[in-house]
């Protein structure tokens, strides 16, 4: 038994040598005549693409593996969305074996090594926002299951490469309308991986749908998306995105929106469900983090030559210190509010925030609204709490030329004096509970010239406080001076209104009354706003004079003068004035 037992183990050893054989002989021969090879290929991924396909010689055919290489060029791929070319030096058509054996021609793979991708010239704005749908519904008609791009390059008709050193893998994953996607490639100098996910497609009433999960991974930019992709004129979708960005500033200067250099626009994130439409990505109810602030509510997004910014935010506490420290740091010959952000930016926010600061100044809660477009600002705000009191007004601002044009007009109620003015850093030690409304405008093109065209009104009432003078030494002797804000012996108030006017740089106010101890002080003086210089005549009422009178300051008392620097002005007393000599008005063009 056992010498049969070999003899079929020899047998059957021989038989499958003799088939091994055969089968390499086959596949080693050449695989019919290379010109119909290469025309039959020419011609299927001809009507793929919708354009035209060379293969130049030398073509090589293989059978192991199964494949056609060799140089390969498309041009004027019409079904190809935004391409009009495409050139390799070298690429590899991997062939199905079992057709190739049977005088058939069919794809499983493609790769092209070292393709440059020229895009179409003019490409309509709508078709080029829409080039991942229509790579995907083009794709999804190939005849192979997979396309391979190594290190390509990707530039327009004229002027420099898009993108360079693309890798890219694209699986159709058997024609079922899914699609894989997985690479890389080099933007303005960054280097982008991403990958993508895309199931099937389901007919809907506005297109094509199917769910899709991307995730894009930069320095500039990090971002997770999941949810469904619609597919139709534009291309859009909803989902939810989780988005880092850690200096906006530097992801805008990466895709062509250059702001001023800053401070702010820092650590940035996005978190929440969103849905897209064309270049509009919005936040229903997202929360967001850039320089320390939290917000939460909508915000909508638009890409563009100046991105545009609408949504309503929430904020727990604002801080604007990043925001306005552009202006000190700014340089001397930059162009006048270059830093201000809404130069460069459209925007329609409404704000709202249960504590505002701003440097020193502490501010409680409270809401306004921003508007911006092509340079042209205007800002309401509406009951904010500024020390102790309410703030309500409007800010106008026009950054759309080199002339800058800017209006003020609001109020400000019953805020503490001596807290606000210590925060904002100014030094006339003065207290009390104060009202200002202002309506106050100015333009030009400088620090100076904003200075010297201010103009407008501004009216100032005060109660139950303090004026940093010493009245009572002042008025008691014939020589009495003194140089500087009294604090340690102020003279205290009751009520205190001011009526001024602003022109050619300078505060005049024309009435100014003061009830202090049961007498009441008149006078009128000005502020030279740019020289930080004060011009003042202060008089006590007549002994004699009706407390009732119109004006019961007639200047046969004896008064003080205020002037020099506002910060340690000079005061002296001054003599009666001579009732016969008319005084005359103050030159409000004074410079």
């Keep these: 038994m056992r010498p049969r037992q070999s003899i079929w183990k020899w047998l059957l050893a021989v038989l499958l040598a003799v088939i091994a054989v055969g089968v390499l002989v086959l596949l080693l021969r050449p695989a019919g005549p290379p010109a119909d090879l290469r025309d039959r290929v020419e011609a299927s991924l001809s009507d793929w693409t919708g354009g035209t396909v060379r293969l130049p010689e030398p073509l090589s055919v293989r059978y192991l593996p199964p494949s056609i290489e060799g140089a390969f060029s498309l041009s004027g791929a019409e079904k190809l969305p935004s391409v009009q070319a495409v050139t390799a030096p070298k690429?590899?058509?991997?062939?199905?074996?079992?057709?190739?054996?049977?005088?058939?021609?069919?794809?499983?793979?493609?790769?092209?090594?070292?393709?440059?991708?020229?895009?179409?010239?003019?490409?309509?704005?709508?078709?080029?926002?829409?080039?991942?749908?229509?790579?995907t519904a083009f794709m999804a008609g190939a005849p192979l299951e997979s396309v391979r791009i190594h290190r390509g390059v990707v530039e327009p008709a004229t002027g420099q490469p898009l993108l360079r050193k693309l890798d890219l893998r694209l699986n159709t994953r058997g024609q079922s309308g899914a699609l894989e996607a997985v690479g890389s490639f080099v933007f303005n100098g960054e280097q982008v991986t991403f990958s993508m996910d895309r199931g099937r497609t389901r007919e809907t009433e506005d297109g094509q749908s199917s769910p899709l999960t991307l995730k894009v991974t930069s320095a500039p930019l990090t971002?997770?998306?999941?949810?469904?992709?619609?597919?139709?004129?534009?291309?859009?979708?909803?989902?939810?995105?989780?988005?880092?960005?850690?200096?906006?500033?530097?992801?805008l200067a990466w895709v062509g929106v250059v702001l001023p250099e800053g401070e702010s626009l820092k650590d940035a994130s996005a978190t929440g469900r969103v849905h897209w439409l064309g270049p509009t990505l919005t936040f229903d109810d997202g929360t967001f983090d850039f320089d320390g602030n939290e917000a939460v509510g909508l915000l909508a997004l638009t890409a563009g030559p100046r991105p545009r910014i609408d949504g309503t935010l929430d904020f727990e506490t604002l801080s604007l210190d990043p925001y306005l420290s552009g202006a000190s740091a700014s340089?001397?010959?930059?162009?006048?509010?270059?830093w201000v952000l809404l130069k460069h930016l459209d925007a329609d926010l409404r704000v709202s925030t249960g504590r505002l600061s701003a440097g020193a100044l502490q501010l409680g809660g409270g809401g306004l609204t921003i508007n911006a477009k092509n340079g042209v600002i205007s800002s309401e705000i509406g009951s904010l709490e500024i020390c102790g009191g309410q703030a309500e007004g409007r800010f106008d601002l026009d950054l759309s030329s080199s002339r800058v044009e800017a209006a003020l007009a609001g109020s400000l109620a019953d805020v503490a004096?001596?807290?606000?003015?210590?925060?904002?850093?100014?030094?006339?030690?003065?207290?009390?509970?104060g009202t200002v409304n202002a309506d106050v405008s100015t333009g030009g093109t400088s620090h100076e010239e904003l200075i010297r065209g201010l103009a407008g009104t501004v009216a100032v009432t005060a109660k139950d406080g303090t004026l940093p003078i010493d009245l009572t030494t002042l008025l008691s002797k014939p020589d009495a001076e003194a140089t500087g804000w009294s604090?340690?012996?102020?003279?205290?108030f009751s009520e205190l209104k001011a009526d001024c006017s602003l022109s050619a740089g300078h505060l005049w106010c024309q009435s100014f009354h003061m009830t202090t101890g049961g007498q009441p002080v008149s006078g009128a003086g000005g502020l030279d706003i740019a020289r930080q210089t004060l011009d003042w005549d202060l008089r006590m009422a007549d002994s004699e004079a009706s407390p009732d009178a119109d004006d019961p300051v007639s200047g046969t008392e004896p008064g003080i003068t205020i002037n020099g620097s506002l910060t340690a002005p000079e005061m002296a007393r001054a003599p009666a004035a001579d009732p016969e000599v008319a005084v005359p008005e103050q030159d409000t063009e004074k410079q």
Aim: charged fraction near 25%; hydrophobic fraction near 40%; glycine fraction near 12%.
């Design 91 to 135: 690429f590899r058509l991997t062939l199905s074996l079992p057709d190739l054996l049977l005088g058939n021609v069919s794809f499983s793979a493609l790769r092209l090594d070292g393709p440059t991708l020229t895009l179409k010239p003019g490409e309509d704005a709508r078709t080029a926002k829409a080039v991942l749908g229509k790579l």
């Design 223 to 251: 971002a997770r998306f999941a949810g469904t992709m619609q597919l139709g004129d534009e291309l859009g979708g909803e989902g939810r995105l989780e988005a880092n960005l850690p200096d906006i500033r530097r992801f």
């Design 331 to 338: 340089r001397a010959n930059a162009p006048l509010f270059d």
């Design 417 to 433: 004096i001596d807290s606000c003015r210590q925060s904002l850093g100014l030094g006339v030690p003065i207290t009390g509970s």
């Design 487 to 492: 604090e340690g012996a102020a003279t205290p």
